[in-house]
Each structure stands twice: as structure tokens, then as C-alpha cells.
């Protein structure tokens, strides 16, 4: 695993991923009832799960 994700042009996500993941994103940042801390603490948290799922 650590040879295919040290290559150069490897990429764990495609370009839908990615939009799927941002869209998410900016639903949480516009959720006026929850914190700032909290909106910046879960999308680092769904950031983190998402590559660690796309690795596995």
C-alpha cells in the first residue's frame, strides 16, 4: 500500500468524490446553529475518514 500511495500520480479520490465531499462541507459551514469550533472540528474529522476509507 505504501509503494501505490507514493506514487506520483496516484490519486485516492476522483473528481466526484471530491465535489461530493466539498458539497458536504458547505452544507456544515452553513448550519447557523452550530459553532464555528465544532463546523471546523467535524469537517477535519469527515476529512480524515474519508482518506483513511479511500486508503483501506
Known amino acids: 500500500m505504501h ?11 476522483n473528481s466526484e468524490d471530491e465535489e461530493r465531499e466539498q458539497a458536504l462541507e458547505n452544507r456544515i459551514n452553513n448550519i447557523m446553529g452550530l459553532d464555528e ?20
Do not use: G, P, W
Open 37 to 56: 469550533r465544532f463546523k471546523s472540528n467535524f469537517n477535519n474529522d469527515m476529512q480524515i475518514a474519508m482518506n483513511l476509507a479511500s486508503c483501506n
Open 3 to 13: 509503494q501505490l500511495l507514493s506514487l506520483e500520480y496516484f490519486e485516492l479520490f
